[in-house]
């Protein structure tokens, strides 16, 4: 398909375990974004990466959270010794280049349960 | 602290109707806007954007309109179709400070097009 796809759809996993959420961006996209989004809340900016290197970190909420894009292109969100907060849809974006008027295209989340 | 606040959490229209979601915003650093609208189960999709030199734009069915002086914006969609039943977030951008592409996202707006 063209657009964003982030793997899997759907993640539970116990508490104190580690996970990794995948997202391919749009092909020729060189950013990538990840938003977290809680229920009933607007999704929240967690990192963005221009090309290999992340941009902006700052929304990471801990060093729990880490992000990796080695290639450029497909990027992982690891996190390491799951707490239930961490329950959330995390969402992958990507844009065209880093001009603010090329919009961020979303994929559809990954709907992370920690139980 | 909510930046951009969207104070409706739902709105009801008839069909062939217009349809206004508002939304303001505190921090006067802001200055490029977008809406996105998000069915359940998926990711947002962009649908139009300003930035606050104009104060309308349109696109087909979508007019956003920016008052800088009050921090409001709105989106008027006209006339509107049964579809466009989704929530529609709205976002904000401060484009002057370096290599920030920070997205600040308000609560969302749940509009139903009754038919």
């Known amino acids: 398909g063209a657009g964003v796809s982030q793997t899997p759809s759907n993640k539970v996993t116990e508490k104190g375990k580690y996970v990794e959420l995948r997202c391919d961006p749009i092909?020729?996209?060189?950013?990538l974004y990840w938003y977290r989004q809680s229920l009933g809340q607007g999704p929240e900016f967690l990192i963005y990466?221009?090309?290999?290197?992340?941009?902006?970190d700052s929304g990471l909420p801990n060093d729990r959270f880490f992000a990796v894009r080695p290639e450029g292109s497909v990027s992982t969100l690891k996190i390491q010794r799951t707490e239930r907060g961490d329950s959330a849809v995390y969402l992958c974006?990507?844009?065209?280049?880093?001009?603010?008027?090329?919009?961020?295209?979303f994929g559809d989340g990954t709907r992370l349960s920690i139980l | 602290d909510q930046q951009v606040k969207q104070n409706s959490p739902s709105l009801s229209v008839q069909e062939g109707r217009i349809s206004i979601l508002n939304c303001d915003y505190t921090?006067?650093?802001?200055?490029?806007f977008l809406w996105y609208k998000k069915y359940p189960a998926e990711g947002p999709t962009f649908l139009i954007s300003i930035s606050s030199i104009k104060d309308k734009n349109e696109d087909g069915r979508f007019t956003v309109f920016l008052n800088k002086s009050a921090k409001h914006l709105s989106l008027h969609i006209v006339p509107s179709q049964p579809g466009d039943s989704a929530v529609y977030f709205c976002?904000?951008?401060?484009?002057?400070?370096?290599?920030?592409?920070?997205?600040?996202w308000g609560l969302g707006t749940s509009l139903a097009v009754n038919p």
């Open positions: 921090n006067s650093m802001f200055d490029y």
């Open positions: 974006a990507s844009s065209l280049g880093k001009r603010w008027e090329q919009p961020q295209h």
């Open positions: 990466f221009q090309g290999t290197g992340a941009a902006d």
């Open positions: 976002a904000a951008i401060r484009t002057n400070a370096g290599n920030n592409r920070k997205l600040i």
């Open positions: 092909s020729g996209h060189t950013a």
